[in-house]
């Protein structure tokens, strides 16, 4: 169904508003109160009479909300529309940007990895990780299935770490800064820095069903996340639940 324009709609809005007014104010003006109230000596049948023009003004008026109603239901499925053509828009082009950039990885190569390499053995020397996909993406292998393996994918100006399929994270620098060797290795060291954050457990990740994953620094933890995370299981990189502090009060510590 085509919805009227928006011009349409107000236009409709605005005349059905002044039309229930002047015709609620020429009806009530009709009433005749006067002549009951002056009068001591009512008969039923004019009790009757005063009854069914009351009803009648209450159905005159109950009509007069139709067309509001109707260009209200008109203004809200315009709404939906609108609301589902830039949900569309927006899936578009973030395809298209993807697919652009996934391109232009292919084309120029890793240049962060190497320097996220570098960094994370100087952060932790014994971690065990491999480089995939044409040398593009570095991955540490799960310790259990509570969070899955750590992908930090190379972008040429951001690296973006997924936690398993409960998070992910953007680190880079933006402007020409980003871009200078010096900048890299500062995105690569804060890279390194978060992964060895996760992997010493200091912190903790959750997902919260249909509302998605996030991530608790377990070192100032307090109860403003409760309404976030709530009964939801804050999980470590070793596969141990993690107790927050409201959770205790209910769940025993980490098994």
């Not at 951001?158 to 995105?187: M, Q």
Request: proline residues 5%.
């Amino acid at each position: 169904m085509k919805t009227p324009p928006k011009w349409a709609v107000a236009l409709v809005l605005a005349l059905s508003a002044v039309g229930f007014v002047a015709t609620s104010m020429w009806l009530d003006s009709g009433y005749p109160r006067s002549y009951f109230t002056c009068r001591g000596d009512v008969s039923l049948d004019s009790l009757i009479q005063v009854c069914r023009d009351r009803r009648k003004v209450q159905l005159a008026r109950q009509f007069l909300l139709i067309p509001i109603v109707l260009s209200a239901l008109g203004l809200y499925a315009r709404h939906l529309e609108n609301e589902a053509a830039r949900k569309e828009r927006r899936r578009q082009y973030c395809a298209q940007t993807q697919k652009a950039w996934a391109e232009r990885v292919r084309l120029e190569g890793g240049i962060l990895i190497p320097k996220l390499i570098e960094a994370l053995l100087q952060t932790l020397p014994d971690v065990e990780y491999s480089v995939i996909e044409n040398d593009q993406v570095l991955e540490i292998p799960a310790t259990s299935d509570n969070i899955g393996p750590i992908r930090v994918y190379d972008g040429l100006e951001e690296l973006t770490a997924y936690i398993g399929a409960v998070h992910h994270r953007h680190i880079g620098l933006w402007g020409e800064y980003g871009k200078t060797d010096e900048g890299r290795t500062d995105i690569a060291k804060t890279t390194a820095e978060f992964i060895a954050q996760i992997i010493n457990e200091k912190i903790g990740f959750y997902d919260v069903p249909d509302r998605g994953g996030g991530f608790v620094d377990l070192e100032s933890v307090d109860d403003s996340l409760e309404d976030t995370v709530g009964d939801t299981p804050v999980w470590v990189w070793s596969g141990k639940r993690a107790a927050m502090p409201w959770q205790s009060r209910v769940h025993p510590p980490s098994v």
